[in-house]
């Protein structure tokens, strides 16, 4: 028998999330972001739960070909755009738009041959200060692309910073309308932060398109604020495992590498085949919630690499064999957001996904 730990990829939860997305933004059209493999799903896993979108986002060509080898033949978004003027063949050669965001960029497509005229975002920097041009030198952009033959229409899109926390959207979204004013084109802003707080009631938020990424795959963007219940969201992503043993503490006994753990009273602890090499993270200490079938307990000492510990005092009957979820959806309808594990370890729910180890089995529920 393989090692017990696997993980799971919800397509039913990918399409409702999906869903959730545009009941936010009912009038704009979603582009499913699956940059970093489908934050760690599996392009191939989630293309079935966010097919339903009207187009697919992401970074990375080789990326772009996989969507497309899927059969995909709407809009392919290339979020960063080119990264050389060579580029631009596959973007030709695949019907992807690009983001354009710097002067090189434009270089490159004015002396590109294609026969096809390219569809471009033009991206505006309006205090991210990562990619895009700044508010003075964006207008000049957009009338260096649209002299070009090589350009056919120019969208315009800027991405927040704060979306999710208090700072907000204003003063970026003020920034954005004055650059933009005037301009023809369609307008994308809000990333799922956005989409699920601001584009209910703001129309200028909405924009044509929406780029909503973590909330389609179960993640609440401003955990721990609101949580995915709050937000109606589902877990898409599930990794669990079972015990493969069972120790009786004593008073004074220690659990683990550095004897982190000391136990005040006897004790039953469960032993769980999951560690850090499986992506479970190594920052995680004791009390971490974790499910043993189903019912939420915490877990004591250190995570080891292929490992951790977990207190058994609500499972009298739980041994060798019993399932284990460390996030996702658990048996009899259990569910641990991947957003508190992430806040044990002083981490997002983003950056698990994409941690999930290549060692983990990835199996789908449909
Ligand atoms: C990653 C990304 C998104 C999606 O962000 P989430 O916070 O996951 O919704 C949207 N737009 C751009 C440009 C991105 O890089």
Not at 203 to 212: I, L, Q
Not at 310 to 327: C, F, K
Request: negative net charge.
């Amino acid at each position: 028998m393989p090692r017990p730990i696997q993980a799971v990829v919800h397509t039913e939860a990918l399409a409702h999330n999906l869903r959730r997305a545009r009941a936010a933004a009912p009038d704009a059209k979603v582009w499913a972001v699956v940059k970093a493999n489908a934050y760690g799903h599996g392009i191939e896993r989630a293309y079935p739960g966010l097919q339903g979108a009207d187009g697919f986002a992401l970074l990375d060509l080789a990326e772009a070909e996989r969507v497309r080898s899927l059969g995909w033949r709407g809009p392919v978004l290339l979020l960063e755009g080119c990264f050389e003027a060579r580029d631009l063949e596959l973007c030709s050669r695949l019907n992807l738009w690009h983001v354009v965001h710097c002067d090189e960029q434009i270089d490159w497509l004015a002396t590109h041959k294609t026969t096809w005229p390219h569809r471009v975002f033009l991206k505006l920097n309006s205090g991210m200060n990562r990619l895009g041009f700044t508010p003075a030198a964006f207008r000049a952009a957009w009338m260096r692309l649209s002299g070009l033959t090589q350009v056919d229409e120019i969208s315009l899109m800027t991405h927040f910073s704060d979306a999710d926390g208090d700072r907000g959207i204003e003063q970026q979204v003020a920034v954005f309308e004055a650059a933009c004013e005037g301009l023809p084109g369609e307008r994308s802003l809000a990333n799922s932060a956005a989409t699920l707080r601001f584009a209910p009631t703001r129309p200028e938020v909405r924009g044509d398109w929406v780029r909503p990424g973590i909330l389609s795959y179960g993640s609440a963007p401003d955990f721990p604020a609101r949580s995915i219940a709050d937000w109606d969201l589902q877990p898409t992503l599930t990794l669990r495992s079972r015990l493969i043993g069972v120790q009786l503490l004593q008073p004074g006994d220690t659990v683990g590498y550095g004897s982190t753990f000391r136990a005040d009273a006897p004790l039953r602890i469960g032993i769980v085949a999951c560690g850090y090499a499986d992506g479970y993270p190594r920052h995680c200490s004791t009390g971490t919630p974790v499910l043993v079938d189903g019912v939420r307990t915490r877990m004591v000492g250190r995570v080891s690499m292929d490992m951790i510990t977990v207190d058994l005092t609500p499972l009298p009957h739980a041994g060798i064999g019993t399932e284990v979820t460390l996030w996702g959806h658990g048996p009899h309808g259990s569910v641990l957001p991947i957003d508190e594990i992430a806040q044990s370890a002083g981490t997002v729910g983003y950056e698990l996904m994409c941690a999930l180890a290549p060692r983990v089995p990835v199996a789908h529920d449909h």
